[in-house]
């Protein structure tokens, strides 16, 4: 008796180390545009492409592309996006109000919410975020890169090919989301 006891002990412990543990949902952030602590205008190219949750690979699909205009002040975030010669998003963040305008085929899933939560992600200073997140978050800095984890699992990266970190490319990998983001920025005269 005590080994049938056993074993089922044994097999409910081994049945509980298999339960897939809920993936949390990245936090929206709404950070004033002053917590950024620069003036910035920058001509983006953005690349989005999906990307499987083994190895990283594309998933298939082409990578969408579209240019941007991104100006960041201590007042105001605004976002211009353009593709084949229209703007197809606008979006401006005050620190109170996000109002967008979107072009009737830009696909539902492009947010204006997100896009402010991954332009804060890849340039805001980590002191800002990490005061902003919710419990269990935290934000992880060194040299080139960047990560924003949830109990000290990474579920975002962003590595950092220049200094400052607006000043070239970013690239923004979605561990939960499944995305990859490549930012290509040039600054504008007068940065």
């Known amino acids: 008796m005590r080994r049938v006891t056993a074993l089922l002990l044994l097999l409910c412990l081994s049945a509980c180390v298999n339960v897939p543990q809920a ?28 990307v499987s949750d083994q190895a990283r690979l594309p998933r298939g699909g082409m990578p969408r592309s579209l240019d941007a205009q991104l100006e960041i002040d201590t007042e105001t975030v605004q976002l ?5 010669g229209q703007r197809i998003l606008t979006l401006s963040w005050n620190g109170n109000a996000l109002t967008s305008q979107r072009h009737p085929l830009l696909p539902a899933e492009v947010e204006a919410e997100t896009i402010l939560r991954d332009v ?15 419990a269990g978050w935290r934000v992880v800095d060194a040299a080139r890169q960047r990560s ?17 970190r607006w000043a070239g490319r970013a690239e923004l990998d979605n ?9 290509d920025s040039t600054p504008q005269t007068g940065q």
């Open 23 to 50: 993936q949390p949902a990245l936090p929206r952030l709404q950070l004033a545009p002053s917590a950024f602590g620069s003036n910035v205008s920058l001509a983006q190219r953005l690349t989005l492409e999906k």
């Open 80 to 84: 211009a996006g353009f593709a084949l």
């Open 120 to 134: 804060q992600l890849v340039y805001w200073p980590a002191s800002s975020l990490n005061a902003a997140l919710p």
């Open 148 to 164: 924003l984890q949830f109990e000290g699992r990474p579920l975002l990266t962003i590595t950092y090919q220049a200094e400052p």
């Open 175 to 183: 561990l939960l989301e499944g995305y990859r983001l490549t930012i």
